[in-house]
């Protein structure tokens, strides 16, 4: 079964449902000025809307029961909050991300008793609705949270279950643009160049990076290059290249 919800006529939420037994169909949320930003997200074996009012800011939440739509419960706080929630479901309930009325980073935990925690305030000011997701690895579930600040870099915060830990900046941005129409954007695409590993310690201490010619003939002279471990990211200028006999 799968669920979208929008807002429809008069600021009321609807939700979509398709099923392979039941078909296609239609339900009404309870009454709610909503916002035009809804997310939906899947919650064990029901749906959870998330959705913003219009006369307050706040955020609040409905759940599809057995019996219908519950009524809307208020996320605890009195945050107002702008744009998109971001919802991310884990084993105990629901983490809910926003950006605040005055551009600062909230997040907040639902459990599945419909108890919550309130918002907490990760700083800013941010630009735009941030990102959450999960990854899983090394036998842990961590949540990631991420957001572009008002200097244009691109942070993220993780969480494997102790709080979230410091911002971690992945990308520096574009900073300050005095004439847009001078602007040349360059997509990156993969593939991703690989350094010949045995020319190389653990770490990269030098300013001569290697790589195989299949992977890049060559680099102009002022290009930057995304270098990475997974962790930290850093962006170097390339000052010159030159072939180098294996």
């Given at each position: 079964v799968?669920?979208?919800?929008?807002?429809?006529?008069?600021?009321?939420?609807?939700?979509?449902?398709?099923?392979?037994?039941?078909?296609t169909?239609?339900?009404?949320l309870?009454?709610?000025?909503?916002?035009?930003?809804?997310?939906?997200?899947?919650?064990g074996?029901?749906?959870v809307?998330?959705?913003?009012?219009?006369?307050?800011?706040?955020?609040?939440i409905?759940?599809?029961l057995?019996?219908?739509?519950?009524p809307?419960?208020?996320?605890?706080?009195?945050?107002?909050?702008?744009?998109r929630?971001v919802v991310?479901?884990?084993l105990t309930?629901?983490?809910?991300?926003?950006?605040?009325?005055?551009?600062?980073l909230?997040?907040?935990?639902?459990?599945?008793?419909?108890?919550?925690?309130?918002?907490?305030?990760?700083?800013?000011?941010?630009?735009?609705?941030?990102?959450?997701?999960?990854?899983?690895?090394?036998?842990?579930?961590?949540?990631?949270?991420?957001?572009?600040?008002?200097?244009g870099?691109l942070?993220?915060?993780?969480?494997s279950?102790t709080g979230?830990?410091?911002?971690?900046?992945?990308?520096?941005g574009?900073g300050?643009?005095?004439?847009r129409?001078?602007?040349?954007l360059?997509q990156?695409?993969?593939?991703?160049?690989?350094?010949r590993?045995?020319?190389y310690?653990?770490r990269?201490?030098?300013?001569r990076?290697?790589?195989?010619l299949?992977?890049?003939?060559?680099?102009a002279?002022?290009?930057?290059?995304?270098?990475?471990?997974?962790?930290?990211?850093?962006?170097?200028?390339?000052?010159?290249?030159?072939?180098?006999p294996?």
């Amino acid at each position: 079964v799968t669920c979208a919800a929008v807002r429809g006529a008069e600021d009321q939420v609807f939700a979509h449902f398709s099923s392979p037994t039941l078909g296609t169909y239609w339900t009404s949320l309870p009454p709610l000025r909503a916002a035009p930003e809804v997310a939906v997200i899947a919650l064990g074996a029901f749906f959870v809307v998330v959705a913003r009012g219009v006369e307050d800011g706040g955020l609040r939440i409905s759940a599809n029961l057995a019996g219908g739509w519950s009524p809307w419960a208020e996320v605890p706080g009195e945050e107002r909050v702008a744009g998109r929630a971001v919802v991310i479901a884990g084993l105990t309930g629901l983490t809910i991300a926003a950006r605040g009325g005055d551009d600062r980073l909230l997040a907040a935990n639902w459990s599945l008793s419909g108890a919550g925690t309130g918002w907490t305030d990760l700083g800013g000011p941010i630009l735009g609705d941030p990102m959450l997701d999960t990854v899983t690895g090394g036998g842990e579930v961590t949540r990631v949270l991420g957001a572009v600040f008002a200097d244009g870099t691109l942070r993220t915060r993780r969480d494997s279950g102790t709080g979230w830990g410091d911002w971690v900046t992945q990308a520096r941005g574009f900073g300050a643009i005095p004439d847009r129409r001078t602007v040349r954007l360059w997509q990156v695409a993969q593939p991703f160049i690989t350094p010949r590993r045995h020319d190389y310690p653990a770490r990269i201490t030098g300013g001569r990076v290697t790589v195989p010619l299949l992977d890049l003939d060559s680099i102009a002279v002022k290009r930057s290059v995304a270098l990475t471990d997974g962790v930290t990211t850093h962006v170097a200028a390339v000052a010159g290249a030159a072939p180098i006999p294996a």
